[in-house]
């Protein structure tokens, strides 16, 4: 009786039990991202003078109304996914005869050239030069480096664009949400995720012809590249699909 | 005298498992660790619309550049007559008003700013760029979006996000 040997602890069953927390956890953790559309507020401003009037033409306006219905540019639409295919319409009816005046209600592209752009980046850089000299306050400085910032970009996207002209889309055109207080959220997500869609289908189409890559694969490199030099390819890349398909949402506050 | 020797009952070792759970438990923490949990179960009840190519926000949670509210009928339905239209709006887990009650007390700027001051401070983005998220009811009245997002605009956090679920691609 002074040594009993101690038996050895099957631990056969520990493999199970290990198991059993793994498919627990694997069952109850959620792996549904949070996605969202992403959207800027304009900058709080105090303006006096009246707003600039816009062309009609320049404007596709999307409305919904309490009762959930809608209507696209004054005509009710009763399949919301019929939505993108208007706005591409939108973007698409003028697109090949840039600088020449149509007569529809289809927003205008304009071209404009290196040495225009060129010239402009010129101007501007003098009026800099003036003001620093002159003194003037620092806002009005910065608001004309950002002006400079924007034709530098439009230089940089015209020379992967690989022409000697950039079609441009009216500047003031425009896709206008006017939701009603009492509109669902549901047909407000909806109005955005058309929008999205067709001008993701617009830069998507776009990146295949000039590059033979999609949209989506523009982004993703753009977002998970580590080498700074091919980060700011990518988004130089992505910048002329910017300026090509400009996304420019107005979402009005409503009144009732 | 044979080289090889031939035994008729030999048994087969048996295998060892002892490293099985092991490598079950490294499994485990594996998934532990990659997974993550809903970090708060909101007080109102959400179920978000539907929507496609919309923008992944989870680079954003990563670099805590986002900041969500919810807003949805309370799950209590007790609470919900106290509320105008029956729709509030969650924020940390508390219960506020509607943004339109909100005016005088300017609850959502004050919750915002709160925030943006509490995070680490490796975070560089000024606050036009900090993200809120708005995880909204399908049947939440957009009005309710427009509150908030003026809200936003006097403290100039100027970026929204309207959360929709996506089961396009993943």
Known sequence: MAKREIPEINAGSMADIAFLLLIFFLVTTTMDKDQAYIRSIPKKIIVDNKPVEVEKRNILAIKANSQNQLMVRGEIFSDPDKISEFILKFYRTNQNAPGQYIDNDMPLYSIISVDQIQQNIDVILGEIEAMEAAGTPADMVTFKYNQLAEWEKKQRALKIYGKNELPEIHFQANIRIEVMQATAYSIFAKIQTEIEEAIYQLRDEEAMRLWSVSYGTLKRKEANENDKNKVKEEKDKLDLLDILYPARLIEVTPKI | ?170
């Not at chain 2, 609470?79 to 105008?84: C, L, N, Y």
């Not at chain 2, 729709?87 to 008003?97: E, G, I, K, T």
């Not at chain 2, 606050?127 to 909204?136: G, S």
């Not at chain 2, 427009?146 to 100039?156: G, Y």
């Open chain 2, 1 to 170: 005298m044979s080289k090889f020797k031939k035994d008729g009952k030999r048994s087969m070792p048996g295998v060892n498992t002892s490293s099985l759970p092991d490598i079950v438990f490294m499994l485990l923490f594996f998934f532990m660790v990659a997974t993550t949990s809903k970090e708060t179960d909101p007080t109102v009840k959400v179920e978000s619309p539907e929507g496609s190519k919309a923008m992944d926000l989870t680079p954003f949670k990563q670099r805590s550049e986002v900041d969500f509210m919810y807003l949805g009928q309370p799950r209590n339905p007790a609470r919900a007559s106290q509320f105008k239209m029956g729709y509030a709006l969650s924020l940390d887990n508390v219960v506020q008003a509607t943004p339109d009650g909100l005016y005088n007390t300017n609850t959502i700027g004050q919750w915002k700013k709160d925030k943006f001051e509490q995070k680490p401070a490796r975070m560089t983005s000024p606050i036009e760029l900090v993200i809120t998220c708005v995880k909204a009811d399908k049947t939440a009245p957009s009005g309710f979006i427009f509150d908030i997002r003026k809200e936003l605009q006097e403290i100039n956090a100027l970026t929204i996000a309207y959360a929709v679920k996506d089961n396009g691609n993943i």
